[in-house]
């Protein structure tokens, strides 16, 4: 793909492809069993840590690139969690990890209030008008204050449901459903996504808010406090 000779907004837009893949990201119990612990535990909340972080962010974006709509950027953000590297290239390894975000952020989205239409029309067709009305509503109810968004982040990540086994968190945000059952996210990103200066420069303060040394001290007390209450 030629990116030159296109904008951020089209170069993104013409990135998706309808269709998705056939082949889920968790697709039955049979197929996992009980090896979804440990390290995979620490993927899925790897995963909504960083999800969290970057929708924060997004609310707070003020620096769109010409062209550029709220859609887009969440978009880029969302790419960015699984294009570690930033090569643009969207790998199948980073695609499972891209699909796992994308689910985990309608959890965190429809926590806040948003519906499962907008959400769908957002995170399938990346509409800006309704990234518009998602973005007004969360910031509407995101919680003021660093501390709190702090922990509004480590609460998405570490929840009531973390009392879950492994698998079951993470069956939770498989990208589809078989049996004739609905599918959340249908459509996949292809192609190369390059991210622009004002989208890695969100990435990295999403990623301060999620993985900094401060934070992760923070949640290791927090941890520490909860095993001598007895709750784990």
Known sequence: MNLANKGMSEVLRSAMKSGGSNKPVLDSSEDTGTE???????????IKLS??????????????DDGETYADRLL???????????????????QGVLDMALNAAWDYLEAKGASDEDL???LNDWDG????????LVASVLPEGEDESDSDID??????????????????M???????????????????VRLSAAQKVGLRKARMKSHSATARMRRAKSMRIRRKSGLK
């Open 51 to 64: 999800v969290a972080a970057v929708i924060q962010q997004w609310v707070e974006t003020d620096d769109l």
């Open 129 to 136: 008008d309704v990234a518009d009305r998602v973005r007004d």
């Open 36 to 46: 979804l612990m440990g390290a995979d535990d620490f993927t899925v909340k790897d």
């Open 174 to 192: 498989k990208m589809a459903i078989r049996n004739g059952k609905k599918m959340r996210i249908r459509k996949r990103v292809s192609g190369t």
């Open 76 to 94: 880029a953000l969302m790419v960015g969690i699984a294009d570690e590297n930033h090569d643009g290239d969207i790998t199948d390894d980073e």
């Open 120 to 122: 769908d029309v957002l």
């Open 155 to 172: 609460s998405f990540a570490f929840s009531a449901g973390d009392q879950e086994p492994a698998f079951d968190a993470a069956y939770k």
